[in-house]
């Protein structure tokens, strides 16, 4: 069955960014900026006491409860509760992972998550398994694949790029290149918002949606909005 997008336009937009870190503030101010809409994946079992050094930068989790009202507008999904590596799980650690991670951020939405993405990118069919039995419906890799294709496996959905990829605008201009022939094509775009502040390259995500952004062909939504 097709999203219901597809009913409007043939192509969409959609974003993923994890770990719920306070460079996620000014992501989503820009997301704003452009009309942009996003899915953030979160870590229920960690705060704001959670830092890390990465290349020189630190970086730090928002307090959960704090920053859930931030996400207003966008779709806020599962990560994982401490964030560990899936295949590293015994069953009962797997399932406090994720059922607790559910639980939790159901709790605090008022609604429960139907997506996620992989911690590490790390998965396997046990864990897709899992997360199928506990309702979810896609779960995001780390598997990019340069196309805009629709996926049958959502529960292994591979992303477009992410937008640290070299070819990130050469696929951009591929995408809007795509005749409007009812072909149903998504651009996803994954990343940790923090890697723009260890880069200094915010202009990318800037540069990216100010081509991406504002069209009449394109619908612009969260990974459950486009996807399912």
């Known amino acids: 069955m097709k999203p219901a997008w597809t009913q ?3 192509k969409a937009l959609t974003l993923s960014y994890d770990d719920g870190v306070e460079s996620d503030v000014r992501l989503l101010e820009i997301l704003r900026k452009y009309g942009v809409k996003c899915t953030f994946n979160l870590n229920s079992g960690l705060d704001h006491q959670s830092v890390w050094e990465h290349h020189g930068y630190t970086v730090r989790r928002m307090d959960l409860e704090e920053s859930v009202p931030l996400y207003a507008g966008h779709e806020i999904a599962v990560h994982g509760k401490f964030h560990r590596h899936p295949t590293e799980l015994d069953s009962l650690q797997l399932h406090e992972e994720y059922a607790d991670d559910i639980a939790r951020l159901t709790e605090l939405c008022g609604t429960a998550p139907v997506g996620m993405a992989y911690a590490y990118g790390d998965f396997s069919d046990t864990i897709v398994e899992k997360l199928a039995s506990l ?3 896609y779960g995001r890799t780390t ?3 340069h196309d805009f294709s629709l996926q049958s496996d959502l529960l292994r959905f591979r992303p477009t790029c992410h937008h640290n990829d070299p070819e990130l605008f050469d696929l951009i201009e591929r995408f809007l290149a795509l005749p409007d022939d009812g072909t149903p094509q998504i651009f996803y775009l994954w990343g940790h918002a923090y890697d ?3 880069d200094h390259n915010w202009d990318i995500l800037e540069r990216a949606l100010d081509r991406l952004a504002g ?3 394109v619908f612009y939504g969260t990974n459950s909005e486009v996807l399912l």
């Open 143 to 145: 598997w990019q694949n």
């Open 215 to 217: 069209r009449p062909d």
């Open 8 to 10: 409007r336009c043939s």
């Open 196 to 198: 723009f502040d260890i």
């Open 135 to 137: 309702g979810l419906r």
